[in-house]
């Protein structure tokens, strides 16, 4: 038996709520319903799924999608051994047999083929049939299902299917407001209250930006990452030049006017 | 009478009048004037060649304007430059007197002051006079063989422009102005005068190409995306122009239309131009946002200006409290008035305190010293601290201010200005309310309402074209206006479409290999990027149980995504009208009819493939009237509409390529995808009525073609003029093809296509 201490979180994430959904989300696991988050990135998605799994004190695996997994990535596979093969389960598996909450970061990011060897666990059956080894999982009483993605792509192509869509109860999520987003930063990195609001109205200008020339804002991640510099000693300019301009665009018009805000921003 | 009517002379002014030797009257009454200016700042040896080259001007036979000049400026002109500049433009003025120029000595003296305070060395001035010099032997007249016997034209309006031009541009910049005026209207009088004179649309255009400083068309965008981001405002932005209204100064202003900006900033006191334009945008953000109008009747013009002050004030203060970086900013632009500078005895001092209580509000360390200033400003800080404060609040501060300070000398005509303009704020015209209109002035722009003129079609828009000869691009040169095109029947392609059902068949299974399948695994390969481990364990599985195992364990990936946008450019020139020659031609189709059957094909088969397309028609005539007539667009569907634009399709005029490439590029400049290919069918090489030059409308294209390529899109020509390659290969390459059957061209052109996209 794989050993389940190894998900466990130890330490408890920093997360603060924006609204009910840590209340909700326990009632969602009280019923073992799956659960999909959408949002930008960087807005605390993961975070958040960390945070309920130590809250929970449940198990938590996380599997980061990508486009050239397979089902047996997820599933499980059997592997070449010196004297013949042996099964390995994969992540999913393993979660439906230990009872962890089981997190697909970005699951637009996998081909469609491959998200729906899900359903069978997402709905009323619980199991995970493994056809190669001829095995049906019934689902570990405490195991849940929780995927989410950033519907800001826009793409066609990375969309999920409504048969997918329709197995979740889903939370959207967003940037937190500004004086929330100070909290969220000045906590996070220990820094100020005020260098954290000007963090903060940085990234404002960034996301009023959102369709004329930028796909998505500055995240908080990236807040984050720019306080931290200026915590690590960075003058706070370049810091915020560093850590907030130069990762999210490559226009010119645009990096020049978030420079300017960063400018007239810290006097 | 040569003496001075003065009764008594001192000896020595008396010998320097008979070193002059200059017998004009005009010369005499102002000659100890100039000549105590001249004695104060020049040398011995400097009086010595100042009174010589007075002498020479005095007899060259020019009547006495020269000479009275430079007795004048000369002194003046010798302290800038200093006085061993005086042969080379002796020299210069020698030059021109010799040449049939002589006219345009006087405009060159005239100028010469106020060029030399702008070019500051002399080594510029010697740049300056050697390119007047080449612009005077290059256009004086050698019209009909009759060597140099008629004036420059341009050359006294040049003279007369050139403190104005080289206050805009500078010595490199003003040489390739002369340079394209030279070039295009080299043997054309009038039109030199005019463009020498800043009076023709081109030279001015041609002078703000040439401009130095931030100039607004190009920083649109970063404006208009700093309203957006920092201040969450959305606004168009309208220019106007700061050089031909020298006298009445526009600034900045903001009503329903947009917001008014001048067109080019340059660079001050450390602000770059971009950042000043970003001033008066946070500015008049500043005034949209906390700004609520007052009545004005109520107050007299001072109190007026006052509350204008404190209320702009505040606005940037507030702003401040937003963005504490833009008081770098406002603090450098903002003047800061000396406090002695104004007298208030003899001028009137109103807008020097106003401008000194903004200045000590704006900037915190500063040292004025006038105590209602100081107070004031600390009265106005009270009131922020206690929140936003409000337009009212500033009236009172305001009329408070005015009855403290005011001075009986305010009401001069003659008013303080040096330091107290800031250039950043606007006319504040959104402040004030009337409860009656216009009860000082009499009113007559309101009675006139001004109709709105119906828009019939989009304004033009105009694009540069290439000249080889310079090696340049001729600035705003081709209008292009672009219309719908009208509508015929679309029953009528619909029955191309069926003449055609065979190729339009074969078409379809060729298209169908084309249809997109994105990124696709390809399994069973011996050679693979990866290891396919499904079927390497089947493989050994079979290999244990002692069967014959399955070499084929690796798969890799393919991508067979199309992402295409295509836009197809047809020339609709008078040429079309004629009929297709070719073996065995029976038809008596014309080309258009044969274009318009491969079009329809061509389009229906797109559509099938689902690639993002457009159609557009042009023709010319001449470069003030190029069509662009929009047949089917990227968001529409192949449907009736279009057809029956199609079907209508008619030849007219000639065929100015460049420009309506450059158009039709704009807009699949525009759109999403990987690949962009534009398709121009053509049947003729490019010509118009306007241009002699065979060569320049091919070169333009072959530079549009270029300009295309740098934006990535890929041109391909389909030409139908069996001649087309002595040009079609100078204009795109190797991209193209000629059809000389062209009854084949229904079936090649969708073939082409394929081919190309494959």
């Given amino acids: ?74 599933v499980g596979r059997y592997i070449l051994e010196a004297n013949g093969t042996r099964w390995l389960d994969g992540p999913l598996t393993t979660a439906a047999r230990i009872g962890a909450i089981c997190y697909l970061d970005e699951i637009v990011e996998a081909r469609q083929d491959t998200t729906v060897v899900i359903h069978p666990l997402t709905d009323h059956r619980r199991t995970l049939p493994l056809d190669k080894k001829g095995e049906l999982i019934e689902a570990h009483a405490d195991f849940q299902m929780v995927i989410s993605y950033n519907p800001g792509y826009q793409s066609l192509l990375k969309d999920l299917k409504q048969s997918t869509k329709q197995r979740f109860t889903a939370f959207e999520f967003d940037y937190p407001d500004a004086q929330l987003e100070t909290g969220i930063v000045a906590k996070e990195t220990g820094t100020d209250e005020a260098l954290a609001a000007k963090l903060v109205k940085i990234g404002a200008t960034a996301r009023n930006l959102k369709g004329h020339g930028l796909d998505e804002g500055i995240s908080t991640r990236l807040l984050v990452y720019a306080a931290t510099l200026i915590k690590g000693g960075v003058e706070p300019r370049d810091a915020c030049r560093m850590a907030l301009v130069r990762p999210i665009t490559d226009d010119a018009d645009i990096r020049d006017t978030l420079d300017h805000a960063i400018d007239a921003t810290f006097a | 009478m040569s003496e001075a009517p003065t009764e008594y002379e001192h000896p020595l002014m008396k010998a320097y009048r008979e070193q002059l030797g200059c017998g004009f009257p005009q010369v005499a009454e102002v000659f100890e004037d100039c000549m105590a200016e001249a004695l104060s700042v020049l040398s011995r040896e400097g009086i010595d060649a100042y009174l010589e080259y007075a002498h020479f001007l005095c007899k060259m036979g020019r009547g006495v304007e020269p000479v009275l000049i430079f007795l004048e400026e000369w002194p003046s002109i010798a302290t800038t430059l200093g006085e061993s500049a005086l042969p080379a433009i002796a020299d210069f003025i020698r030059k021109m007197w010799k040449s049939p120029n002589g006219r345009a000595i006087v405009p060159f003296l005239q100028s010469l002051a106020a060029t030399s305070r702008r070019l500051h060395s002399q080594e510029q001035m010697q740049d300056y006079m050697d390119l007047a010099l080449a612009f005077m032997e290059r256009t004086t007249g050698s019209i009909h063989g009759i060597h140099t016997t008629f004036a420059s034209p341009g050359l006294p309006e040049f003279f007369k422009q050139s403190p104005y031009l080289l206050n805009q541009v500078s010595i490199a910049g003003l040489k390739n102005w002369v340079e394209y005026g030279i070039r295009n209207y080299g043997d054309h009088p009038e039109r030199q005068r005019d463009y020498f004179s800043l009076q023709s649309a081109d030279s001015r255009a041609m002078l703000q190409k040439e401009r130095h400083g931030t100039l607004l068309v190009d920083n649109e965008r970063k404006l208009d995306l700093y309203l957006r981001g920092l201040w969450r405002e959305d606004a168009r932005f309208v220019p106007y122009s700061l050089k031909f209204d020298e006298l009445r100064k526009p600034i900045p202003y903001y009503d329903k239309l947009g917001i008014r900006l001048p067109d080019v900033f340059d660079d001050r006191n450390g602000v770059a131009g971009i950042d000043r334009y970003r001033a008066v945008l946070a500015h008049i953000v500043g005034h949209r946002r906390w700004t609520t109008a007052i009545f004005a009747d109520n107050y007299s013009p001072f109190q007026r200006m006052t509350i204008e002050f404190l209320e702009d004030s505040r606005v940037e203060y507030l702003a401040m409290r937003q963005y504490p970086g833009l008081r770098r900013i406002f603090m450098a632009l903002h003047p800061a008035p000396a406090e002695d500078a104004c007298d208030p005895e003899k001028e009137s001092a109103v807008r020097h305190r106003l401008a000194m209580l903004s200045r000590a509000i704006l900037d915190p360390n500063h040292t004025y010293k006038t105590p209602h200033i100081i107070e004031f400003a600390q009265r106005f800080h009270a009131l922020m601290a206690q929140g936003e404060s409000s337009t009212q609040a500033m009236a009172e501060l305001a009329v408070a201010f005015g009855a403290k300070t005011r001075r009986q000398s305010d009401q001069l005509p003659k008013i303080h200005f040096k330091d107290t303009e800031v250039d950043y704020r606007d006319d504040n015209r959104q402040m004030w309310k009337f409860i009656e209109e216009g009860d000082e002035e009499e009113a007559f722009d309101q009675q006139r309402k001004i109709e709105l003129e119906e828009i019939t079609g989009l304004p033009p828009r105009h694009y540069a074209e290439w000249d080889y000869n310079s090696q340049t691009y001729r600035p ?102 004629e009929k297709a020659s070719g073996p065995g031609d029976a038809s008596g189709q014309t080309i258009l009819e044969l274009s318009q059957e491969a079009v329809s094909l061509l389009a229906w088969a797109v559509d099938k493939l689902g690639d993002p397309f457009a159609i557009g028609g042009f023709h010319s005539n001449t470069r003030h009237d190029v069509r662009y007539l929009h047949i089917k667009g ?51 090489e490019p010509s118009d009525v306007d241009t002699k030059d065979e060569r320049l409308l091919i070169e333009d294209a072959r530079q549009a073609v270029k300009e295309l390529d740098q934006q990535g899109i890929y041109t391909y020509c389909i030409n139908l003029d069996p001649k087309a390659d002595e040009y079609v290969a100078d204009i795109f390459g190797k991209q193209y093809t000629v059809i000389d059957n062209i009854q084949r061209l229904p079936e090649r052109l969708p073939q082409l296509f394929i081919a190309l996209t494959k």
Avoid at chain 1, 45 to 53: H, Q
Avoid at chain 2, 641 to 664: C, F, I
């Fill in chain 2, 634 to 684: 990227y968001s529409e569907r192949w449907d009736d509409e279009v057809k029956g634009r199609l079907a209508a399709m008619e030849a007219a005029y000639s065929t100015r390529m460049g420009a309506a490439m450059r158009h039709a590029a704009h807009y699949l400049q525009a759109q999403k995808a990987d690949k962009k290919l534009m398709l121009i069918l053509t049947d003729g």
């Fill in chain 2, 476 to 577: 705003d040169w081709v209008s292009v206006y672009e219309a719908l095109h009208p509508k015929g029947n679309p029953a009528h392609i619909d029955q191309l479409l069926i003449k055609h059902a065979a190729l339009a068949k074969r078409l379809k299974r060729m298209l169908d290999l084309l249809k997109p399948q994105d990124k696709v695994r390809i399994r069973y390969q011996e050679e693979g990027s990866e290891l396919d481990l499904d079927v390497a364990l089947r493989s050994l599985i079979d290999y244990k149980s002692g069967a014959t195992p399955d070499p084929r364990i690796n798969m890799s990936h393919k991508t067979s995504g199309r992402d295409i946008a295509v836009m197809l450019l047809l020339d609709l020139s008078e040429s079309l009208n």
């Fill in chain 1, 1 to 74: 038996m794989t050993d389940k201490d190894q998900y466990k979180i130890r330490k408890e994430p920093f997360y603060q709520a924006q609204g009910k959904e840590i209340a909700l989300y326990e009632a969602a696991y009280a019923a073992r319903l799956p659960v999909m988050i959408k949002g930008p990135t960087g807005c605390g998605k993961s975070r958040f799924v960390e945070y309920m799994a130590w809250k929970l004190n449940k198990p938590l695996i996380t599997v980061a999608c990508n486009e050239d997994m397979t089902a047996s990535d997820l």
